[in-house]
């Protein structure tokens, strides 16, 4: 390798160059070595680098929080994997170890400024003067998890999934524990679907090779490739190593399930074993049973789901949300609403409580409250003019938090302790899954909340799902990931934090419910048990929404009574031009 000067600098400080170093500029070159100074006085001991830790290093400004963050890196763990990456495995451990820094570290895009101003009106200062102060006063010791917990004993609400980070420092084997997790969890899905005596491992297929009998295995698809002659090739993959499996064109019913696969997803292959190879007569998926039927309670209860909100947003639809204040105070003009807000138990809200500040670009200009702790504040004085036996339960949402990675935990409570001051909310993760109702002769429903941070990768490039309407149809992809018992079956699909331990996007049971958001899109279906409830959102279309021809549903309400599952849509929002969405 040829070692240009800074690459000799940075070798005297004992930081070795895995790649020629390129800078823009002399005082680049100057700014990242006193970084890396910065970096080892702070016992940090990144002693490699590359140009792409050059891009992240020089886009941060190395402040107490964004050091403390990088200390939780074991980066002599990732050494390895920097310097030379010899598989496919490799290179996605890379590339998402590169996501997940930059995310954390806040420089996927660049950030605006931020300007602490709150500009109210009157009305939001008579709300105000009417709210107790407590409401707003920050507690020097909080604990968000023994708080939702205890709030989930008095609300009534099993907490099946809520998931809280175990603070330690990421390393390699992090992403490929991660691995093996999904691997068992797939495998543990599909062994009892195939015949046990012709499953086993891809390691001790060599010992069958041009035996020609029948093999199961079982692995995630690494690549999926098409022959000069039409023929498809699935490679999958376990902790022994990977087998190619071949798929004639002529075997139509075959093909038509190779269309609806997607990378990294869990598979069964069942065929004859050759030379290295299985020529492939059955493929199976861990789908759900077809013949579920919808649980209902015994007691008639009703449940409301809202999502994206976007308090502090310019274009939110201030009198859509009062008209559906008004309702849950029983102040409507309807008796027979009246009455249903009285049974109302719970109010879910499947994230995006606010606009946000910082996470995209230019999103200040969309923002009429130019501080996030501020809009969570906005967002309390409008929430707690619901009714105390509404019992709200809250996940984040993209716009809610810096960490885009899922899942994310419960929002902070440094910012949002207006929210956690109400006794009637309680916060949880996304994804996150509950019981409610369990005193019921029934035993109670489950309810699966995901933002849906996933749903538009899959939207875009699963051909069927664009057929379908991609985005604008967003419960056909929620149908799609509950085939595949997943929420982000493709690594690259939603950013994820590697988890040792499991895999927190799995879907191992189907819900009940399935309330997603995201989209903008309403969508109420059903689908083998499952009630899928997409919302819709509360604030008019972007310019940005605009430009991706989404549509949004604006100021409605989605109303079930778990006695008969039946939903109602109620509309709140008066529309002042009138827009056709063409699917």
Request: net charge neutral; with cysteine; aromatic share 10%.
């Amino acid at each position: 390798m040829i070692k240009n000067k800074t690459s000799l600098l940075f070798e005297q400080k004992n930081i070795i160059p895995v790649e020629e170093l390129k800078f823009n500029s002399a005082k680049e070159e100057i700014d990242i070595l006193n970084k890396f100074e910065i970096l080892h006085n702070n016992k940090i001991n990144l002693n490699y680098v590359n140009n792409d830790l050059i891009k992240i290093i020089s886009q941060t400004d190395l402040s107490e929080e964004i050091l403390k963050k990088l200390r939780k890196i074991n980066w002599e763990d990732f050494k390895e994997i920097f310097s030379k990456r010899e598989t496919k495995r490799d290179e996605k451990i890379y590339e998402q170890f590169l996501k997940f820094i930059k995310t954390e570290l806040g420089i996927l895009e660049k950030e605006e400024p931020l300007t602490k101003t709150l500009t109210l009106t009157s009305k939001d200062m008579k709300n105000a003067e009417s709210i107790a102060q407590d409401l707003f006063s920050k507690k020097d010791i909080f604990d968000e998890t023994l708080d939702s917990r205890n709030k989930a004993r008095e609300f009534g609400v099993e907490i099946l999934f809520d998931y809280n980070e175990v603070p330690n420092k990421i390393t390699v084997n992090d992403f490929i524990l991660y691995f093996n997790r999904r691997l068992a969890y797939f495998t543990e899905l599909l062994s009892n679907r195939v015949d046990q005596l012709t499953l086993t491992s891809i390691s001790k297929l060599k010992d069958l090779f041009e035996t020609n009998e029948t093999v199961s295995v079982i692995g995630l698809i690494n690549e999926i490739t098409k022959t000069k002659n039409g023929h498809t090739i699935i490679t999958i993959e376990d902790k022994g190593g990977q087998i190619k499996c071949f798929i004639n064109k002529d075997k139509l019913n075959l093909l038509r399930q190779i269309e609806i696969l997607c990378l990294d997803e869990g598979v069964a292959i069942v065929g004859k074993i050759g030379k290295d190879i299985i020529w492939t007569d059955e493929i199976i998926i861990p789908s759900p049973p077809n013949s579920i039927e919808l649980k209902e309670t015994k007691n008639e209860e009703y449940v409301i789901f809202l999502s994206d909100i976007h308090f502090g947003a310019k274009v939110f639809v201030d009198e859509a949300f009062t008209k559906l204040i008004d309702w849950l105070n029983s102040r409507t003009t309807s008796d027979e609403l009246n009455n249903i807000a009285k049974k109302i138990k719970y109010l879910i809200i499947a994230g995006d409580l606010i606009e946000g500040i910082g996470i995209y670009p230019n999103q200040g200009k969309d923002a009429r409250i130019l501080s996030t702790e501020m809009q969570y504040h906005e967002t309390a004085r409008w929430l707690t003019q619901i009714p105390k036996h509404i019992k709200i339960i809250c996940i984040p949402g993209n716009h809610d938090t810096d960490r885009l990675s899922e899942p994310q935990l419960k929002l902070p409570y440094d910012k949002a302790y207006a929210l956690y001051n109400m006794d009637n909310l309680m916060m949880l993760s996304n994804p996150s899954i509950i019981k409610l109702f369990g005193e019921d002769a029934s035993g109670g429903l489950t309810f699966m909340i995901y933002h849906g941070g996933s749903i538009f990768y899959y939207a875009d490039k699963i051909q069927f799902l664009r057929e379908k309407g991609g985005a604008k149809t967003p419960e056909e992809v929620v149908k799609y990931l509950l085939e595949k018992r997943h929420l982000a079956p493709s690594h690259g699909s939603t950013l994820y934090i590697p988890d040792s331990q499991q895999d927190p996007l799995v879907i191992k049971n189907m819900p009940d419910f399935f309330i997603t958001g995201h989209t903008h899109k309403l969508s109420v279906s059903n689908y083998k048990g499952c009630t899928i409830v997409s919302c819709g959102c509360w604030v008019e279309m972007s310019d940005y929404q605009e430009k991706l021809g989404m549509f949004p549903d604006i100021g409605k309400c989605t109303l079930v009574n778990t006695k008969t599952r039946k939903v109602k849509i109620i509309n709140f929002y008066t529309e002042k031009h009138k827009r056709e969405d063409k699917k």
